[in-house]
């Protein structure tokens, strides 16, 4: 049985997370440009470019061992 809990998303620590989430869920079908060139396009970095101001919330699931599960969820 997987054992889990929703934890918060905040702060530094957790960007590399977050832009890693963001990549996954592009869905480009064929020849996906890889993460460094994708993430950079303006209309991609704006969902986290100023990640952690005041404001801004997420949570993602996690194992009890802390190895996050999937992409956060936003609020």
Do not use: N, Q
Not at 20 to 31: A, N
Not at 52 to 62: D, F, M, N, V, W
């Amino acid at each position: 049985m997987l054992t889990y809990e929703v934890r918060p998303i905040h702060g530094v620590k957790d960007r590399p997370f977050l832009w890693d989430m963001l990549y996954e869920m592009i869905h480009i079908p064929k020849d996906k440009p890889p993460k460094e060139l994708l993430l950079r396009l303006p209309e991609i970095r704006k969902y986290l470019e100023g990640w952690g101001r005041a404001g801004t919330a997420a949570s993602s699931p996690r194992r009890r061992e802390a190895r996050p599960l999937g992409p956060p969820g936003t609020g």
